[in-house]
């Protein structure tokens, strides 16, 4: 792999499962690969959903969340998904990581131990107070929203 020009912050992680740690696949990846920890497979129905574990602790830096997303193959290819995406994992959260699966395809889907199911992306986020305010300043935008812009 070649050297990885972005700079990278450490994040605590006690990893219970029996699988690597998370890791990019390739050099400019955003998302770390979660896996599937689990004793037995699961299968999820059409429209079915299951929490999978992954075995996996985290100890994020403040000021950071991580976002679990979904695979655009197991979208792509099986209508799999990360039902409330992305999920956020607060960086006082010291629980396992879960990824929350559901099938929307027309077939059952078997989720294996190992399998890579979802991915992890790391994050800063901004706080904010709100300042309240009888009306907002104009914008070209304006309350266009939905599609306002078209297709093409």
Same mark, same amino acid.
């Not at 994040?11 to 955003?30: F, G, M």
């Not at 709100?130 to 309350?143: I, P, V």
């Given at each position: 792999m070649n050297e990885v020009l972005m700079p990278t912050t450490e994040?605590? $992680?006690?990893?219970?499962?029996?699988?690597?740690?998370? +890791?990019? %696949?390739?050099?400019? +990846? =955003?998302g770390l690969d979660l896996r599937?920890? !689990?004793?037995?497979? $699961? !299968?999820?129905?059409?429209?079915?959903?299951?929490? !999978?574990?992954? /075995?996996l602790f985290l100890e994020l830096p403040e000021g950071t969340e991580a976002q679990v997303r979904p695979r655009s193959g197991l979208a792509f290819k099986h209508g799999v998904t990360v039902l409330n995406s992305p999920g956020t994992i607060d960086a006082d959260y010291r629980g396992e990581v879960g990824v929350l699966? !559901?099938?929307?395809?027309?077939?059952?889907?078997?989720?294996?131990?190992?399998?890579?199911?979802?991915?992890?992306?790391? =994050?800063?986020?901004?706080?904010?107070?709100? %300042?309240? +305010? %009888?009306?907002?300043? =104009? +914008?070209?935008? /304006?309350? /266009? /929203?939905?599609g306002h812009t078209g297709t093409h």
């Open positions: 994040v605590r $992680i006690t990893n219970r499962s029996r699988h690597p740690l998370p +890791s990019y %696949a390739t050099d400019h +990846s =955003a599937a920890n !689990i004793d037995a497979p $699961i !299968i999820l129905a059409p429209g079915q959903r299951s929490l !999978i574990p992954t /075995g699966l !559901i099938n929307h395809g027309h077939d059952p889907f078997t989720v294996n131990d190992g399998d890579r199911i979802a991915q992890l992306v790391v =994050a800063r986020y901004v706080r904010v107070t709100f %300042a309240e +305010s %009888a009306d907002l300043r =104009a +914008s070209e935008r /304006g309350a /266009g /929203g939905f």
